[in-house]
């Protein structure tokens, strides 16, 4: 099955804007893998806050959006909050089954 | 208010079976596709089944076909992972989903001796 990569790590500063990246072993990333994006702090059940590429749960704050970016997806967070600190995991479809990446912890700091 | 709950999950030894459910409310259960996935002790998120509304279509990840079986009873708005022929590194949390939005709570399966 595909490989789906993430960065290990990031940081941004309170405030500031960051792009987390999901890019797939079998070819560029396009809307028909559908991405997801996933939101996860630690001893608890991860939260959806991106899917199809773009659309926002409706929990989804405002400071972040998704798309397509240079043959990946592309989770942006604008305006970094403290609470944003967590681990971020994007999705991609494969036609049936489905591929995780490996998981940004995101650290504000 | 959409709820997912799952249930069955326990201590096994390896080459056991274990059926988890998952008790869905608050939406047309039979209208979704719907989702487990399950994450290791200090791991990632790992995809592991999915199935259609009707069922006709169900997904696996590789580490698992010919092991688990993922099923539905839309009139009991439930969905179940059989599992069988367990291994130590199946242990993990299992999390039901609706992807798009809702997130089960998770539960514990343990695989060891």
């Known amino acids: 099955q595909a490989v789906v990569t993430q960065e290990p790590s990031l940081t941004v500063s309170p405030g500031g804007t960051v792009t987390l990246t999901c890019d797939s072993s079998?070819?560029?990333?396009?809307?028909?893998?559908?991405p997801y994006w996933f939101q996860q702090k630690p001893g608890q059940a991860p939260r959806t806050l991106i899917y199809?590429?773009?659309n926002k749960d409706s929990w989804t704050p405002a400071r972040f959006s998704g798309s397509l970016l240079g043959g990946k997806a592309a989770l942006t967070l604008s305006g970094a909050q403290p609470e944003d600190e967590a681990e971020y995991y994007c999705?991609?479809?494969?036609?049936?089954?489905?591929?995780f990446g490996g998981g940004t912890k995101l650290t504000v700091l | 208010e959409v709820q997912l709950v799952e249930s069955g999950g326990g201590l096994v030894q390896p080459g056991g079976s274990l059926r988890l459910s998952c008790a869905a409310s608050?939406?047309?259960?039979?209208?979704?596709?719907m989702t487990w996935v399950r994450q290791a002790p200090g791991k990632g998120l790992e995809w592991v089944a999915n199935?259609?509304?009707?069922?006709?279509?169900?997904y696996y990840v590789d580490s698992v076909k010919g092991r688990f079986t993922i099923s539905r009873d839309n009139a009991k708005n439930s969905l179940y992972l059989h599992m069988n022929s367990l291994r130590a590194e199946d242990t993990a949390v299992y999390y039901c989903?609706?992807?798009?939005?809702?997130w089960g709570q998770g539960t514990l399966v343990t695989v060891s001796s």
């Open positions: 999705l991609l479809s494969y036609s049936g089954p489905w591929v």
């Open positions: 989903a609706r992807l798009t939005d809702s």
């Open positions: 608050g939406f047309t259960f039979s209208s979704y596709w």
């Open positions: 079998t070819g560029g990333v396009t809307s028909d893998h559908y």
């Open positions: 199935i259609k509304q009707e069922g006709s279509e169900k």
């Open positions: 199809d590429t773009s």
